[in-house]
């Protein structure tokens, strides 16, 4: 099974569509926290579900149950807390939102999460992958 990964920043929209199109991708699955600022541009989630649709006929769904709360990316965001601390706070909202017994694994099925962050490297979008495919067996993660 390929999950793939994918953030807006950094990308045109045509770029941004051109990814998702090549990959074969069939859903995109939000797990932003905000996904309604002005600031997200063509990711905008309404406007994101529209074009996914319009343009290339792929399904979107928004789970903001699987983003880092609030407070924790405020934190990570003004420098309060460093990336080794935002992990296991992180992983820790992901087992407390029990999120293992509320997904179908095989709806994610070249699915692709997404987020705001250009890279991975320091973004839950791959914390969140990685979560899976170590409860998971098969599921091989690629990054757009």
């Known amino acids: 099974m390929k999950i793939f990964t994918i953030g807006f920043t950094k990308k045109t929209a045509e770029q941004f569509?051109?990814?998702?199109?090549?990959n074969?991708?069939?859903?995109?699955?939000?797990?932003?926290?905000?996904?309604?600022?002005?600031?997200?541009g063509f990711a905008k989630g309404?406007?994101?579900?529209?074009?996914l649709k319009t343009i290339?006929?792929?399904?979107?769904?928004?789970?903001?149950?699987f983003a880092?709360?609030?407070?924790?990316?405020?934190?990570?965001q003004n420098g309060k807390i460093g990336w080794s601390e935002y992990?296991?706070?992180?992983?820790?909202?992901?087992?407390?939102?029990?999120?293992?017994?509320?997904?179908?694994?095989?709806k994610f099925e070249n699915a692709c999460l997404l987020c705001s962050e250009s890279l991975p490297?320091?973004?839950h979008r791959r914390l969140f992958a990685e979560y899976l495919q170590s409860h998971f067996q098969g599921i091989e993660i690629i990054h757009l």
């Open 17 to 22: 569509m051109n990814l998702l199109e090549d």
């Open 24 to 40: 074969h991708v069939r859903m995109i699955i939000d797990i932003r926290l905000n996904n309604s600022s002005q600031l997200a």
């Open 46 to 51: 309404i406007d994101l579900k529209y074009f």
């Open 56 to 65: 290339a006929g792929i399904d979107y769904k928004y789970y903001p149950n």
């Open 68 to 76: 880092p709360s609030r407070e924790l990316l405020k934190d990570y």
């Open 87 to 106: 992990v296991p706070q992180y992983l820790s909202i992901l087992k407390g939102n029990d999120i293992l017994h509320t997904i179908d694994i095989d």
């Open 121 to 123: 490297d320091q973004c």
